[in-house]
Protein backbone atom coordinates (compact mmCIF):
# COMPACT_ATOMS: atom_id res chain seq x y z
CA UNK A 1 0.00 0.00 0.00
CA UNK A 2 2.60 2.24 0.86
CA UNK A 3 4.19 2.19 -2.66
CA UNK A 4 1.19 2.66 -4.40
CA UNK A 5 0.74 6.07 -1.97
CA UNK A 6 4.29 6.80 -2.78
CA UNK A 7 3.93 6.40 -6.62
CA UNK A 8 0.70 8.19 -6.44
CA UNK A 9 2.56 10.88 -4.58
CA UNK A 10 5.66 11.38 -6.74
CA UNK A 11 3.21 11.40 -9.79
CA UNK A 12 1.49 14.22 -8.49
CA UNK A 13 5.16 15.79 -7.94
CA UNK A 14 5.91 15.17 -11.40
CA UNK A 15 3.07 16.57 -12.83
CA UNK A 16 2.42 19.42 -10.53
CA UNK A 17 6.55 20.37 -11.42
CA UNK A 18 5.83 20.43 -15.54
CA UNK A 19 2.44 22.46 -14.84
CA UNK A 20 4.79 25.14 -12.92
CA UNK A 21 7.53 24.69 -15.34
CA UNK A 22 5.44 25.40 -18.53
CA UNK A 23 4.17 28.75 -17.10
CA UNK A 24 6.69 30.23 -15.81
CA UNK A 25 9.12 32.84 -17.27
CA UNK A 26 11.37 31.93 -20.20
CA UNK A 27 13.92 34.73 -19.77
CA UNK A 28 15.50 35.12 -16.62
CA UNK A 29 14.98 38.04 -13.94
CA UNK A 30 17.82 40.92 -15.87
CA UNK A 31 19.75 41.78 -12.53
CA UNK A 32 21.01 45.52 -12.85
CA UNK A 33 18.00 46.62 -15.72
CA UNK A 34 17.34 49.99 -13.39
CA UNK A 35 20.42 51.28 -15.01
CA UNK A 36 19.81 50.23 -18.37
CA UNK A 37 19.49 53.59 -20.87
CA UNK A 38 16.05 54.28 -22.08
CA UNK A 39 15.94 54.08 -25.13
CA UNK A 40 11.31 55.18 -24.89
CA UNK A 41 9.03 56.83 -22.82
CA UNK A 42 5.01 56.48 -23.32
CA UNK A 43 1.94 55.14 -21.90
CA UNK A 44 -0.55 52.10 -22.43
CA UNK A 45 -3.76 53.96 -22.61
CA UNK A 46 -6.77 52.74 -20.51
CA UNK A 47 -8.84 50.06 -21.57
CA UNK A 48 -12.21 52.71 -22.24
CA UNK A 49 -9.78 55.04 -23.85
CA UNK A 50 -9.98 54.43 -28.15
CA UNK A 51 -6.30 53.34 -29.43
CA UNK A 52 -4.81 56.11 -32.11
CA UNK A 53 -5.43 54.12 -35.35
CA UNK A 54 -2.82 56.27 -36.53
CA UNK A 55 -0.29 53.77 -34.67
CA UNK A 56 2.08 50.96 -36.28
CA UNK A 57 0.40 47.81 -35.88
CA UNK A 58 2.21 46.20 -33.34
CA UNK A 59 1.63 49.32 -31.48
CA UNK A 60 -1.84 48.77 -31.33
CA UNK A 61 -1.53 45.48 -30.77
CA UNK A 62 0.51 45.67 -27.61
CA UNK A 63 -1.70 48.65 -26.18
CA UNK A 64 -4.46 46.14 -26.69
CA UNK A 65 -2.68 43.45 -25.13
CA UNK A 66 -1.86 45.54 -21.89
CA UNK A 67 -4.20 48.27 -21.69
CA UNK A 68 -5.89 46.13 -18.59
CA UNK A 69 -3.09 46.54 -16.31
CA UNK A 70 -3.22 48.63 -13.55
CA UNK A 71 -7.32 48.03 -13.33
CA UNK A 72 -7.69 49.02 -17.02
CA UNK A 73 -6.04 52.27 -16.34
CA UNK A 74 -3.13 51.12 -18.64
CA UNK A 75 0.67 52.55 -17.58
CA UNK A 76 3.06 54.39 -18.02
CA UNK A 77 6.02 52.52 -19.77
CA UNK A 78 9.83 52.54 -20.60
CA UNK A 79 11.88 50.64 -22.77
CA UNK A 80 15.54 49.87 -21.74
CA UNK A 81 18.17 48.57 -23.24
CA UNK A 82 21.05 46.24 -21.81
CA UNK A 83 23.99 48.42 -23.15
CA UNK A 84 26.23 45.25 -23.09
CA UNK A 85 23.79 42.88 -25.89
CA UNK A 86 25.34 43.02 -28.66
CA UNK A 87 22.46 42.04 -31.98
CA UNK A 88 21.24 38.86 -30.74
CA UNK A 89 24.20 37.34 -28.12
CA UNK A 90 23.22 35.06 -25.10
CA UNK A 91 22.19 37.24 -22.09
CA UNK A 92 19.18 39.70 -21.42
CA UNK A 93 18.41 42.19 -24.24
CA UNK A 94 15.96 44.59 -23.51
CA UNK A 95 12.70 45.16 -21.02
CA UNK A 96 9.40 47.22 -21.41
CA UNK A 97 8.72 48.38 -18.09
CA UNK A 98 5.43 49.21 -16.69
CA UNK A 99 6.03 51.70 -14.57
CA UNK A 100 2.52 52.38 -12.83
CA UNK A 101 2.76 48.66 -11.47
CA UNK A 102 6.01 47.83 -11.20
CA UNK A 103 6.40 45.36 -14.06
CA UNK A 104 8.77 44.34 -16.40
CA UNK A 105 8.30 42.58 -19.84
CA UNK A 106 12.03 40.69 -20.56
CA UNK A 107 13.40 40.13 -24.03
CA UNK A 108 16.63 38.08 -23.92
CA UNK A 109 18.49 35.54 -26.04
CA UNK A 110 19.88 32.19 -25.52
CA UNK A 111 21.92 30.34 -28.63
CA UNK A 112 20.70 33.11 -30.60
CA UNK A 113 16.95 32.74 -30.03
CA UNK A 114 15.16 35.17 -28.20
CA UNK A 115 13.14 34.13 -24.73
CA UNK A 116 10.58 36.07 -22.73
CA UNK A 117 9.21 36.78 -19.49
CA UNK A 118 7.16 38.70 -16.97
CA UNK A 119 8.88 39.90 -13.74
CA UNK A 120 8.11 42.46 -11.09
CA UNK A 121 10.73 44.63 -10.47
CA UNK A 122 11.77 42.95 -7.69
CA UNK A 123 12.21 40.00 -8.70
CA UNK A 124 8.68 37.95 -8.82
CA UNK A 125 7.79 35.51 -11.48
CA UNK A 126 4.79 37.11 -13.28
CA UNK A 127 4.21 34.86 -16.00
CA UNK A 128 1.38 32.68 -14.24
CA UNK A 129 -0.69 36.24 -13.06
CA UNK A 130 -2.34 36.83 -16.72
CA UNK A 131 -2.82 35.12 -19.53
CA UNK A 132 -0.92 37.94 -21.44
CA UNK A 133 2.23 37.46 -19.42
CA UNK A 134 2.57 34.13 -20.69
CA UNK A 135 5.61 33.76 -22.77
CA UNK A 136 4.32 32.01 -25.73
CA UNK A 137 1.81 35.01 -26.02
CA UNK A 138 5.50 37.37 -26.30
CA UNK A 139 6.85 35.06 -28.49
CA UNK A 140 3.52 35.02 -30.91
CA UNK A 141 3.50 38.77 -31.10
CA UNK A 142 7.16 39.56 -31.20
CA UNK A 143 7.51 36.89 -34.50
CA UNK A 144 4.48 38.37 -36.09
CA UNK A 145 5.75 41.50 -36.82
CA UNK A 146 8.81 40.73 -38.91
CA UNK A 147 9.45 44.29 -40.05
CA UNK A 148 9.36 45.64 -36.59
CA UNK A 149 11.02 42.68 -34.80
CA UNK A 150 14.35 41.39 -35.31
CA UNK A 151 15.91 38.61 -33.40
CA UNK A 152 12.84 39.21 -30.81
CA UNK A 153 13.60 42.47 -30.43
CA UNK A 154 10.84 44.74 -31.23
CA UNK A 155 11.08 48.73 -32.45
CA UNK A 156 8.53 51.62 -33.04
Same mark, same amino acid.
Given at each position: MKRIHLATSLALAATLCFSIAQA?? *?? =???? =?? #? =???? !?? #? =?AIPPKAEPIPG *? !?????KETFKTYNWVNDGKGSAYKIRMNPAHKDGADGPAAV !???? *???? !?LVTEHLLGEPLYGAWSSDGKDLAEAHPSLAPKVCAACHSGYGEACVKGICNH
Open positions: AS *DA =GFPK =GW #E =GWPV !LK #E =G *D !LPTIV !LELT *DIKA !L
